[in-house]
């Protein structure tokens, strides 16, 4: 029994492993995964390696429940020679006493041991010992157990508020411009215990097809702005309107496929370029038209379609942890092909050149400038004034 669970059990735990690496990776970039509105993709990933898991699990069990019912088998056949002995003694003994010369039998007077007092005895010790035996193990597995689906039933039941909204709203992609509002935004962190507003009374119009550029120090509420256009958070107080509709109204996941996001740490999965691409968005893809033919025109736009082309294994490219196969700006060109994959309306730039060399940077500039030349609202956020100038210098 050892030696065949043995391999199930390392073969479990490697995989566990795994698993435990994919959640580890989901939950350290959780913001992309959130801002595409990725969750399904991400837990079938993790649930298909549990599930093998599982599977290992249950041959484990089996082959344990059947080698614990041989041992048990054996034993009972102990049992059972033992009282078919025990009774051959007793009869034995009784013959020898009192057999009398006209086979008839003496009556006895003094206590003597039967075979239901020995079955008595014998199975009860058996099954103090079996229960005593059993006894701490189990009572540990129902402590582990207990506290386990106490986390569980907790975050099963909890309800985030962003998502118990009731609207639906999914209108034609094409009647949508890009029009965006804010109106009295107020905006405090929900785990800022002091209760600081990030935002306090912000009124911002921003046409269809416009760049706008947010420049100012870090913690001014650059980043935050756009998370509420996302709607990673919903602000305290106010409205933010896209074409006047209030995005709460919206279906989350079509509010977030109208938004291309491209941060200044680019995340790529240990995946190839075609799924890191896609980002399991094959859907969302298909209603816009064939998926190789806009992945490759999301590619050429982002001036990475010659790299991708050059490279042996082309889409297939398996790009390594995070992306640490490809440069600084491979990294960051492939997520601007990623962004305006689904042809989004409104295009979020954060600090998207801030992180690179001067060549990385003026390769993703040039991808960044004719991304622009579309008619997609864009929202570029900078630390200085100096970056969006020296930007609309190199435009000109």
């Known amino acids: 029994m050892t030696f065949t669970m043995k391999n199930l059990i390392v073969s479990s735990r490697k995989t566990y492993e795994i698993a435990g690496g994919v959640a580890e990776e989901l939950l350290y970039n959780i913001k992309t995964v959130t801002s595409f509105a990725n969750f399904d993709y991400e837990i079938n990933r993790f649930g298909k390696l549990i ?16 080698s614990v019912g041989i041992i048990i088998f054996g034993i009972f056949i102990g049992y059972t020679v033992t009282l078919l002995y025990a009774r051959k003694l007793i009869i034995d003994n ?78 034609n992609r094409d009647t949508i411009k890009g029009s965006i509002e804010f109106k009295n935004i107020k905006f405090i962190y929900p785990s800022d215990k002091a209760q600081r507003p990030i935002l306090n009374g912000l009124n911002l119009e921003i046409e269809a097809g416009k760049k706008v550029a947010f420049v100012g120090e870090s913690g001014c509420g650059k980043s935050t702005t756009v998370n509420l256009l996302e709607r990673l958070y ?40 075609k799924e890191n691409l896609i980002f399991g968005r094959e859907k969302v893809i298909q209603e816009l038209g064939n998926i190789d033919e806009l992945m490759e025109k999301a590619c050429e736009e982002a001036y990475i379609k010659d790299f991708i082309l050059k490279n042996p294994d082309k ?25 305006i994959l689904t042809k989004p309306k409104i295009l979020i730039l954060d600090e998207a050149t801030s992180a690179l060399d001067n060549q990385s940077e003026k390769e993703v500039q040039e991808a960044l400038d004719n991304i622009s030349k579309s008619n997609v609202t864009t929202l570029i956020i900078a630390h200085r004034l100096s970056t969006i100038k020296m930007r609309i210098l190199y435009m000109l």
């Open 51 to 66: 599930d093998k898991v599982e599977s290992f699990d249950n041959k484990r069990c089996f082959i344990s429940g059947i």
């Open 94 to 171: 009784l013959e020898n006493q009192n057999l009398i010369s006209d086979g008839d039998y003496e009556d006895l007077t003094e206590e003597r041991i039967s075979i239901g007092e020995i079955q008595k005895v014998l199975f009860n010790i058996i099954s103090a010992i079996v229960a005593i035996g059993q006894l701490a193990p189990n009572i540990q597995v129902i402590k582990a157990a207990c506290s386990a689906s106490s986390d569980y039933f907790t975050l099963y039941e909890r309800k985030p508020k962003i998502y118990e909204s009731e609207k639906n709203l999914t209108p």
């Open 234 to 273: 919903d602000p305290v107080e106010g409205q933010i309107l896209i074409d006047g509709i209030d995005i709460k109204e919206f279906n989350m996941e079509y509010l977030r496929n109208l938004i291309g996001y491209v941060q200044q740490e680019p995340v790529l999965f240990n995946k190839s370029i």
């Open 315 to 339: 889409y297939d490219y398996v790009v390594g942890v995070k992306g640490n196969k490809l440069s600084g700006g491979q990294k960051q060109r492939i997520a601007i092909a990623r962004a």
